[in-house]
């Protein structure tokens, strides 16, 4: 007979009435649930979610799903890395409660027909770079949010435009889940953490900090509101220096709106998104 989990071992939920039962039951205890929605090879930016959500929520549960509905065609959804009993040890070592970790099949059911697109804010940075990838992400975390019905649930700030884009839908959806954003972390030398980052060679990333030097850089020079114009082509000047190609975007946007800038008025982000060799890095900074 298989025993029952000690209080503080990671369930592993795999199907939607389990992942119900488990928070129904934290419900009925009167426990607090939140939701960290993962692709998982986890690092120590989503343990960093994980603690946000612990500190707000007496039980956590991660979702580790790679979701093939926001990779295009040519993108590396294949590659992914894929390092389940990894993510599971680290998962059981900050101490979360459960992981979700569904398949396609439970996902994406024969006849799944539905999807959720959000307008405007992903016309523009990532939006065109990479079509249909917002509607993968909205339809898969909505479907994430009404299957588990958490209270909160965690998004990092490093993929400013995804969090936006969540946020708007779960505006729009009335999903009764408070979105909450937790800030990026980097390394010592200001790289963005993240699962891609496995990607690099030696050399890519030696180069990689300079996309963060950039963006503060950007951030700098606009913040007065001066011209933006001046101040983006020095900055895709400098990264196309140091060897990113294409500089897919740089630009500063109206942290609400994503709406482009040409001045900065209010509270604004400045983004970027470019590859080094065959990887796609995004980071942006607040202005
Ligand atoms: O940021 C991610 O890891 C993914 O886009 C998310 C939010 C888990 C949806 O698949």
Request: charged fraction near 20%.
């Amino acid at each position: 007979m298989i025993p029952p989990p000690s209080p503080s071992a990671l369930r592993q939920l795999t199907d939607v009435p389990a992942l119900r039962a488990q928070v129904r039951a934290w419900r009925a205890a009167g426990e607090g649930v939140a939701l960290v929605p993962t692709m998982g090879a986890l690092h120590e930016g989503h343990l960093s979610l994980v603690r946000q959500a612990q500190a707000g929520s007496r039980r956590v549960v991660v979702s580790i799903f790679v979701n093939p509905t926001q990779f295009g065609p040519n993108e590396d959804f294949s590659r992914y890395p894929r390092v389940l009993e990894a993510d599971l040890a680290l998962l059981t070592e900050v101490g979360a409660d459960a992981a979700f970790l569904p398949d396609v099949a439970t996902m994406y059911p024969p006849g799944f027909a539905t999807t959720v697109t959000v307008a405007g804010l992903t016309d523009v940075l990532c939006g065109p770079v990479r079509p249909g990838h917002f509607a993968g992400v909205a339809t898969v975390v909505t479907k994430l949010l009404l299957q588990a019905l958490p209270d909160r649930a965690i998004f990092g700030e490093k993929d400013f435009q995804q969090l936006q884009v969540i946020r708007r839908a779960v505006r729009d959806l009335d999903v009764p889940v408070a979105i909450e954003g937790a800030p990026t972390l980097r390394e010592s030398d200001g790289l963005a953490l993240s699962s891609r980052n496995r990607y690099l060679s030696a050399e890519e990333r030696r180069t990689a900090p300079a996309l963060y030097a950039v963006l503060q850089g950007v951030a700098e020079a606009v913040r007065g509101g001066a011209d933006t114009a001046p101040a983006l082509a020095e900055g895709r000047a400098a990264l196309e220096a140091a060897g990113f190609a294409p500089v897919q975007y740089l630009s500063v946007n109206d942290a609400e709106s994503l709406a482009p800038l040409e001045r900065v008025a209010g509270p604004a982000r400045v983004l970027a998104a470019a590859c080094l060799g065959r990887t796609r890095l995004i980071d942006n900074v607040a202005v």
